[in-house]
């Protein structure tokens, strides 16, 4: 029924939800887009790919193709780059092999140019192939992943990351999943961000938080500081299109790494499909979306905002 739904919104009405949240089309309007961030706001980037369903080799082959030219275009860059990569659009759906030597060569090619790259999670059929790949290839080359805090699953793969020296982005997760595997309320979730967040900072790994729940990143960075830890093991990260300025250029002045999640399109279609499969499995975007909208007209007119969100730096008891 809901998919039903989804499907009859009409096109210019998703694009309208889209816009906010996609640089454009063309991987010159990503990198654009990570320009100007960085430019004008100090913000970092991790630039992604949003493509339909992959489902045949060719497919994957011209997915690789378009991230081997983004790498070539980003070398010119001056930002600190990055990019995100979702498994299956290297063909983890349809060979593991094949996805594992996609990955391996796109991060030959983009850490010798200097781009870092994280490796992202789909949903949670996907979990233990994903991770798979991680393990594997972590100690080879210097990239991160993602954990999804809704999971049951995800103290144990926290605990399974054990020596590799991680960089994991801890999210709650977008993909709805079923309540015998996953917490169904969002407070659960964003506790569990912060439980996580302690548990990777306790076990040696570093943690990209990635919720643009204010409490949620008070609560990681109090466990970050109060640790007498800083910068170089935390960042922060938000999805281009929602807006968080303030607590972004907080978290800048204090020092900390501030990323959005820059994805660009091939074409319209394919970022509009891509939100449609997205509204069908979370229809709460479309709250989402129209709740952001409403506070970037009102938030100007009103004098909210002059205190900081963040508390000042705890002190840190040495013993
Ligand atoms: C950089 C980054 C990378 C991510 N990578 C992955 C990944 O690899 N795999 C994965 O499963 N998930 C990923 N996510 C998505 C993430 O899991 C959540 O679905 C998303 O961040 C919303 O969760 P929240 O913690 O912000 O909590 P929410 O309760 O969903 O949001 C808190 C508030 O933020 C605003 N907000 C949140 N999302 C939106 C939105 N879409 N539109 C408008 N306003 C919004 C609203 O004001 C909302 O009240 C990523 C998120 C970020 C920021």
């Given at each position: 029924?809901?998919?039903?739904?989804?499907?009859?919104?009409?096109?210019?009405?998703?694009?309208?939800?889209?816009?906010?949240?996609?640089?454009?089309?063309?991987?010159?309007?990503?990198?654009?887009?990570?320009?100007?961030?960085?430019?004008?706001?100090?913000?970092?980037?991790?630039?992604?790919?949003?493509?339909?369903?992959?489902?045949?080799?060719?497919?994957?082959?011209?997915?690789?193709?378009?991230?081997?030219?983004?790498?070539?275009?980003?070398?010119?860059?001056?930002?600190?780059?990055?990019?995100s990569?979702?498994?299956?659009?290297?063909?983890?759906?349809?060979d593991?092999?094949?996805?594992?030597?996609?990955?391996?060569?796109?991060?030959?090619?983009?850490?010798?140019?200097?781009?870092?790259?994280?490796?992202d999670?789909?949903?949670?059929?996907?979990?233990?192939?994903?991770?798979?790949?991680?393990?594997?290839?972590?100690?080879?080359?210097?990239?991160?992943?993602?954990?999804?805090?809704?999971?049951?699953?995800t103290?144990?793969?926290?605990?399974g990351?054990?020596?590799?020296?991680?960089?994991?982005r801890?999210?709650?997760?977008?993909?709805?999943?079923?309540?015998?595997?996953?917490?169904?309320?969002?407070?659960?979730?964003?506790?569990?961000?912060?439980?996580?967040?302690?548990?990777?900072?306790?076990?040696?790994?570093?943690?990209?938080?990635?919720?643009?729940?204010?409490?949620?990143?008070?609560?990681?960075?109090?466990?970050?500081?109060?640790?007498?830890?800083?910068?170089?093991?935390?960042?922060?990260?938000?999805?281009?299109g929602?807006?968080?300025?303030?607590?972004?250029?907080?978290?800048?002045?204090r020092?900390?790494?501030?990323?959005?999640?820059?994805?660009?399109?091939?074409?319209w279609?394919?970022?509009?499909?891509?939100?449609?499969?997205?509204?069908?499995?979370?229809?709460?975007?479309?709250?989402?979306?129209?709740?952001?909208?409403?506070?970037?007209?009102?938030?100007?007119?009103?004098?909210?905002?002059?205190?900081?969100?963040?508390?000042?730096?705890?002190?840190?008891?040495?013993?």
């Amino acid at each position: 029924m809901r998919a039903f739904l989804v499907n009859l919104m009409p096109s210019f009405l998703v694009k309208f939800f889209a816009r906010a949240y996609v640089a454009g089309v063309g991987l010159d309007c990503g990198i654009k887009k990570a320009r100007d961030l960085w430019e004008r706001q100090s913000i970092a980037s991790t630039i992604d790919m949003l493509g339909e369903e992959v489902t045949n080799r060719e497919e994957v082959d011209n997915i690789v193709q378009i991230y081997f030219s983004l790498v070539k275009k980003m070398k010119e860059e001056s930002f600190p780059k990055h990019i995100s990569i979702k498994p299956t659009s290297l063909g983890l759906d349809i060979d593991k092999e094949l996805c594992q030597r996609n990955l391996e060569e796109i991060l030959k090619v983009a850490l010798g140019e200097g781009i870092t790259v994280t490796l992202d999670m789909e949903d949670s059929k996907y979990t233990d192939a994903t991770l798979e790949l991680y393990k594997k290839l972590k100690p080879n080359y210097e990239f991160g992943t993602v954990l999804q805090s809704r999971l049951f699953r995800t103290k144990d793969d926290v605990l399974g990351l054990s020596g590799l020296d991680a960089r994991v982005r801890m999210c709650i997760g977008v993909y709805n999943e079923d309540k015998s595997i996953a917490y169904t309320k969002k407070s659960e979730m964003k506790a569990k961000i912060v439980e996580y967040t302690k548990l990777l900072l306790d076990n040696h790994h570093k943690v990209d938080v990635a919720t643009h729940d204010h409490k949620c990143i008070i609560n990681a960075l109090e466990e970050v500081e109060k640790r007498g830890l800083g910068p170089e093991v935390a960042e922060f990260q938000f999805l281009l299109g929602v807006p968080r300025e303030r607590i972004q250029h907080e978290l800048i002045e204090r020092g900390y790494t501030v990323r959005l999640y820059v994805p660009f399109t091939i074409e319209w279609k394919c970022a509009i499909a891509y939100l449609r499969r997205r509204l069908i499995e979370n229809p709460s975007m479309i709250y989402l979306g129209g709740l952001d909208f409403l506070g970037r007209i009102i938030q100007p007119l009103t004098k909210r905002g002059r205190k900081p969100i963040l508390p000042p730096k705890p002190e840190v008891v040495s013993n």
